[in-house]
C-alpha cells in the first residue's frame, strides 16, 4: 500500500477567515521542510513542496519574523544567484512532560522536536505532594538549560481534558490530583503551558514531525495500560462535547467481558491494552503475571508463549482499529506506544485484521516514528500547536 496521496493548498494575500486552514497547513508543510531537510534555500522549498514560490515566500518571511526559523549561510552553485538557506532557530526550545500511568518523564526539546535533555521525574507516594514534585522537575530543567529560550511547555496525559474548563474530567488510570496541574505550572514558571489528552497530542505529533504532510484526516491509537484515540479531522483535533470524544478505548467489545476502569464491561482497552497483553501470558503460562515490557523482551527473544500473548493482543488491537476504519474512514491510523517496538514481527497481524472489513478502502495503518519517544514529542507538538493558531 503506498503513501496516501497529499494535497496541497495555494493562497494569496487576500484570504478570507474561511481559508485559514490551508494557509496553516501550507506553514506547517514549509515548516516540516526546514525541520526535516535543513539547510534548504526557497528555491528548493518551492521545488519539493510543489508550491508556488511565491507562496513559499510568504510563508518563509513569516516564520523569519516570528523568528522560527533564522537565516543561515549563503548557498555555493557555480553561477548565478548564491541562495540563502534557511534552518530551525536553535536558540528555542519547549520544555516536554509525559505523564503516564508508570512513569513521568521530562525533557528539553529543539523546535525541530528533537529531545536534547531527557529525565524520569520520581513521583511521591503522597498524591498531595506530587504537583509541588513535578513544578520542581521543571524548574530545575529549566535553569540547567539557561542558554536556552523556552516557547512554552507542553504536557501529554493519560486523560480526557476539557480545554473549556481546564480540568481533567477522565483519567481512570491516575491516582493523584492532576486536574490543577496547569495553572500551578504556569504561575510557577511563567511559561504557557499546553496541556492535551495524550491520543490528541500524538495525533498532532503526527501532523508536525510524522510524515503525513497535506494529510486531513488520520487517528491516533496510544496503546498503553489503556487505549485512547486522538482524531485529526478536517485539518483539527476532533474534541466533541465535552472533549470527551474519541473514546474507542470503551467501547464495549464484549458484553460478558471483564471489568473496565471506567466501569463497564469487557471494554475495547481490557481485550488489546498493556495490561491485556501482560494478562494473555500470565493466563497461557499459569504463572505469575510479569510486567508488559518483559512479556514484549520474551516475545521477541522467541518465547512462544509471549509470542502467543502479544499475538492474541494484536488480533484485538487489529479489530478496534477496523471498527475505527471504519467509523471515520481517516487517510492515515498510527500507533503509539510499547507495542510498536515489536511491529516488526506483530504489525502484519492487527493489518490483517483491519483488512477483513467489507469496506473497500482501508487507511494506511503504520507505528508512530520514534516509537520510544512518541509521546514526549506529542507534548512538544502541543506547544507548537498553540504557537501556530
Ligand atoms: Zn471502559
Redesign the pocket.
Known amino acids: 500500500m503506498g503513501k496516501a496521496p497529499t494535497q496541497r493548498f495555494t493562497f494569496t494575500n487576500k484570504q478570507s477567515a474561511s481559508n485559514k486552514m490551508p494557509r496553516l497547513i501550507n506553514r506547517n508543510l514549509i515548516f516540516n521542510l526546514v525541520r526535516a531537510q535543513q539547510p534548504i534555500s526557497r528555491a528548493d522549498l518551492a521545488r519539493v513542496s510543489q508550491l508556488q514560490r511565491s507562496t513559499v515566500s510568504l510563508i518563509v518571511e513569516e516564520l523569519l519574523a516570528e523568528r522560527w526559523i533564522v537565516e543561515g549561510s549563503m548557498g555555493q552553485l557555480p553561477r548565478g544567484r548564491r541562495p540563502t538557506f534557511l534552518h530551525l532557530n536553535d536558540e528555542r526550545g519547549v520544555i516536554a512532560l509525559d505523564i503516564h500511568p508508570s512513569q513521568t518523564t521530562l525533557a528539553v526539546a529543539d523546535l525541530g522536536g528533537r529531545i536534547v535533555a531527557q529525565s524520569l521525574v520520581v513521583l511521591p507516594s503522597n498524591p498531595k505532594k506530587v504537583i509541588g514534585a513535578i513544578v520542581d522537575a521543571i524548574q530545575k530543567m529549566i535553569a540547567a538549560n539557561s542558554d536556552r529560550s523556552f516557547d512554552g511547555i507542553g504536557m501529554s496525559l493519560p486523560g480526557r481534558l476539557d480545554l473549556n474548563l481546564e480540568k481533567l474530567i477522565f483519567a481512570?488510570n491516575i491516582d493523584w490530583p492532576i486536574g490543577s496541574i496547569k495553572s500551578r505550572v504556569e504561575q510557577a514558571t511563567g511559561l504557557p503551558v499546553a496541556v492535551d489528552n495524550v491520543a490528541n497530542a500524538c495525533a498532532l505529533s503526527e501532523v508536525w514531525f510524522g510524515d503525513s504532510d497535506g494529510i486531513h484526516d488520520l487517528v491516533a491509537v496510544n496503546v498503553s495500560e489503556?487505549i485512547g484515540t486522538g482524531i485529526f479531522a478536517n485539518g483539527r483535533i476532533l474534541r466533541g462535547e465535552g472533549g470527551l470524544a474519541g473514546?474507542f478505548?470503551?467501547?464495549?467489545m464484549e458484553p460478558e467481558g471483564l471489568p473496565?476502569?471506567?466501569?463497564?464491561?469487557g471494554?475495547?482497552?481490557?481485550l488489546a491494552s498493556n495490561r491485556a497483553g501482560a494478562r494473555y501470558y500470565a493466563e497461557i503460562t499459569r504463572k505469575q503475571p510479569l510486567p508488559f515490557d518483559a512479556v514484549l523482551k520474551l516475545a521477541q527473544a522467541g518465547d512462544a508463549s509471549a509470542k502467543k500473548a502479544i499475538d492474541k493482543m494484536c488480533v484485538a488491537l487489529g479489530r478496534g482499529i477496523r471498527m475505527i476504519a471504519s467509523a471515520l474512514a481517516p487517510d492515515e491510523i498510527v500507533v503509539v506506544g510499547d507495542i510498536t517496538t515489536v511491529w516488526y514481527m506483530f504489525g502484519h497481524v492487527v493489518e490483517a485484521e483491519m483488512h477483513r472489513s467489507p469496506l473497500v478502502r482501508v487507511p494506511r495503518l503504520r507505528p508512530a516514528h520514534d516509537g520510544g519517544k512518541a509521546r514526549l514529542r506529542s507534548a512538544v507538538a502541543l506547544v507548537m500547536n498553540d504557537n501556530r493558531l
Open positions: 481512570p489503556g473514546e478505548g470503551h467501547v464495549q473496565c476502569a471506567c466501569g463497564n464491561r471494554c475495547w482497552e481490557t
